[in-house]
């Protein structure tokens, strides 16, 4: 559980009238998964098409192959992206080196076995 910032309680109340999601946040909700959709999208074109002529440092020899990296890496590029919007959400008044500095053991666990778990998937048959 995230703690409570310093200053919560010197916070006025949420007025009743207005809804726990507001457009602010639903619009930046909605960018921050379009960043991550454009930029797995790219990964998948830049592995797939743009390293196509490459394909000799990466192993693939057939577009099976090539095709099964360029999803891995899409993949990937999604849990990533996912990780740091965790990240850089955790709080929306302090910054993202001052939020990394508030001490949350569940993110300490959740985010390496995230990563381990995107490995397995990817390397294991």
């Avoid at 639903?26 to 991550?36: D, E, K, M, P, R």
């Avoid at 192959?65 to 590029?77: S, T, V, W």
Wanted: aromatic share 8%; proline share 7%.
């Amino acid at each position: 559980m995230e703690p409570a910032e310093p200053d919560v309680m010197n916070r006025p109340p949420r007025k009743l009238s207005k809804g726990v999601v507001t457009l602010k946040s639903l619009v930046l909700s909605l960018a921050q998964g379009c960043v991550i959709l454009a930029g797995s999208l790219f990964l998948f074109w830049h592995h797939y098409y743009h390293e196509a002529h490459h394909y000799e440092r990466w192993g693939a020899h057939t577009p099976e192959e090539r095709l099964g990296q360029a999803m891995a890496m899409a993949f990937g590029g999604l849990i990533v992206g996912n990780l740091g919007i965790i990240l850089t959400n955790r709080s929306p008044r302090l910054s993202l080196i001052a939020s990394l500095r508030v001490k949350n053991p569940a993110m300490m666990l959740i985010i390496p076995v995230t990563l381990v778990a995107l490995m397995a998937s990817i390397y294991m048959p």
